[in-house]
């Protein structure tokens, strides 16, 4: 059973926040979630080793050679604030 | 005649032998959309002017006698977490309602190199998470067969608007079935390609070792076709494959398609955990008609088993929303996507953009990943579903050692109403069947197999890695026994 306390500290960790109503609706079908996911419980895996990822000629090395990117002002084109060509973003130190 | 009823094949057949134009076709399909897509709601953005630009020069290229691509002026719809230069890329979400990419997907470069033409930007369940695009910030799409039911998901507005006629061809993405799933409900083909096999440079992730770029067409042809102009390696994504040398994905594309001949000594598997499943028995019925006709056609069936095939959809879950919790971390409202108007600190401008922006299956989808990789559950669940991952992929290693293609319902319920289901669980169990390919990175084809009740029944081929023709092989068969009435 996840309780509405670990409901909140998971939404801390996950940068979101939520009303008192929308924990306690999304507590009890959270809880329904973790109880089925549960039933991997019943899997004897003491001996097999996790697959991170299918592909198996994953991660290749190549040769660094310097391409051209992005603009500058095409990085920025998204952004709402920005100053000095850079992206603006609130002081976190005084 | 109504040139937007033809296949992508028939077009490019008229545009060589110049009984129509680009921009004709291109026209038509505009007129198509602006009638009837107010009601099936297929797009978020269309692209008009490029568009048109686009025919015209094919048109050209056609009356001096070049050179024209394989998807030369065929009209294409392209799902809204794929990257398109200048044109909105919004995921079906607030978060990036205002997006406009500086670059192309490699996919929609392939497609430009191809001299297809991109119509525009199809709608989406928000960030590719849902089974139904009822989850999508810009309304639902609706099921060009009965528009009281829901299209599938998440590619829902690619596979309606192929469905609809308003395109021929589209681009959808899929992570646990959402372009093999929407096939099924709108009675088009969807291919879920092997992963690595197209580029996944400038689609925005979902959960990067489960989703892989895939296709719909109104016939198994059609699917192949585009399937074949988008794949191929990408240096620009370091999960591309590299075909090995020798070997073979696509073969070339008869004129003239003699189905009697592909199904001939294909061994084809029928797993006993999911036939033995509670399916509505309206498919099992149609899905048994379909296997009839293929042992008709000369495969060697049999019963197989697939034993950890019932945990798919728990490990899926685990697996696919850790990697969404870590994806979605990137949108925070600094560089680019919505910002929060008010905030008294860095943290509270993280946590109020997001809260704002993202929807409820986005945010429940953030949450479960959070909490199975926040520490003390990180093996407990992470860790335990990668391993029962394993055992999924070894039990397939194990049938495709024997067997060309394992045979399921793409889904186990017919195409619902809005609003049928609520409870977040019972639509996941929409993708019980197809959670497993992408565990496994195997690549699948759903393609209709007729109708019940007036609701279409999709049945999915399922290939081992890289043996895509196998399931092209089993499908055009199929598809040519249920188009003459074997």
Redesign the interface.
């Known amino acids: 059973m996840i309780t509405k306390e670990?409901?909140e500290h998971?939404?801390s960790?996950?940068?979101?926040?939520?009303s008192d109503e929308e924990i306690d609706k999304?507590t009890n079908?959270?809880s329904?979630?973790?109880k089925?996911?549960?039933?991997?419980?019943?899997?004897n895996?003491a001996e097999?080793?996790?697959?991170?990822?299918?592909?198996e000629?994953?991660?290749?090395f190549?040769e660094d050679i310097v391409k051209e990117g992005?603009t500058r002002e095409?990085?920025l084109?998204?952004?709402?604030?920005k100053q000095y060509g850079y992206?603006k973003?609130?002081n976190?130190l005084d | 005649m109504d040139i937007t009823k033809l296949s992508a094949f028939e077009m490019k057949k008229k545009l060589h032998q110049k009984e129509i134009t680009s921009r004709e076709l291109i026209e038509a399909h505009f007129n198509k959309i602006e009638e009837i897509d107010g009601n099936i709601n297929a797009f978020i953005t269309l692209d008009k002017t490029e568009a048109l630009k686009s025919a015209d020069k094919v048109d050209e290229k056609i009356r001096n006698g070049e050179r024209v691509g394989l998807l030369g002026g065929i009209p294409i719809g392209v799902k809204d977490n794929i990257m398109t230069k200048g044109i909105r890329t919004t995921c079906g979400s607030k978060m990036l309602e205002n997006f406009i990419p500086p670059y192309n997907a490699t996919i929609v470069n392939r497609i430009k190199e191809a001299d297809g033409i991109i119509m525009g930007k199809t709608n989406m369940d928000e960030f590719a998470m849902g089974s139904s695009t009822e989850t999508s910030y810009f309304g639902n799409t609706k099921n060009p067969i009965d528009t009281e039911r829901v299209p599938g998901g998440s590619s829902g507005g690619s596979a309606a608007a192929v469905k609809a006629c308003e395109v021929a061809l589209s681009l959808g993405t899929d992570t646990g079935g959402s372009i093999r799933q929407p096939a099924s409900y709108c009675d088009v083909v969807g291919i879920k390609p092997t992963y690595g096999i197209v580029s996944r440079y400038g689609v925005v992730s979902m959960a990067n070792t489960l989703d892989q770029v895939g296709v719909f067409g109104r016939d198994v042809r059609d699917a192949v076709l585009m399937l074949s102009s988008i794949t191929g390696y990408d240096e620009k994504d370091s999960t591309s494959f590299k075909n090995p040398e020798g070997t073979i994905i696509f073969g070339s594309f008869p004129e003239e398609i003699d189905y009697n001949n592909y199904l001939k000594g294909m061994k084809v598997g029928l797993p006993k955990e999911i036939f033995g499943n509670e399916i509505d028995i309206r498919i099992k019925d149609q899905i048994t008609k379909s296997i009839n006709i293929i042992e008709a056609l000369g495969a060697e069936i049999e019963e197989i088993s697939l034993p950890h095939l019932e945990y798919s959809l728990a490990a899926y879950y685990i697996i696919s929303t850790s990697e969404v919790s870590s994806n979605l971390a990137r949108f925070d409202g600094v560089r680019y996507g919505y910002r929060a108007k008010e905030y008294n600190t860095l943290d509270e401008l993280y946590i109020n953009s997001r809260s704002e922006a993202f929807g409820e299956e986005v945010k429940r989808r953030i949450m479960l990943g959070t909490y199975s990789l926040s520490s003390g559950y990180a093996d407990e669940h992470y860790k335990k579903a990668l391993k029962v991952r394993t055992l999924i992929k070894n039990d397939f290693d194990k049938a495709f050692s024997k067997y060309d293609v394992i045979l399921s319902p793409t889904s186990p319920v017919l195409p619902f109403k809005f609003g049928e289901i609520k409870d977040p669980l019972s639509m996941y169990m929409a993708d019980l069947f197809t959670v497993p390919v992408n565990l496994a990175g195997l690549c699948a084809m759903s393609i209709p197999c007729g109708y019940v009740d007036n609701l279409p029944v999709g049945i999915q081929l399922i290939g081992d890695k890289y043996k895509e023709a196998n399931i092209f092989k089993a499908g055009l068969g199929l598809e040519g026994g249920l188009k003459n009435g074997l």
């Open positions: 670990q409901v998971i939404a960790l996950a940068k979101l926040k939520f999304f079908k959270f329904d979630i973790v089925y996911i549960e039933k991997l419980d019943e899997v895996t097999v080793e996790p697959t991170y990822q299918v592909y000629y994953n991660q290749r190549r992005l095409e990085v084109q998204n952004t709402l604030e992206f973003l609130f976190i």
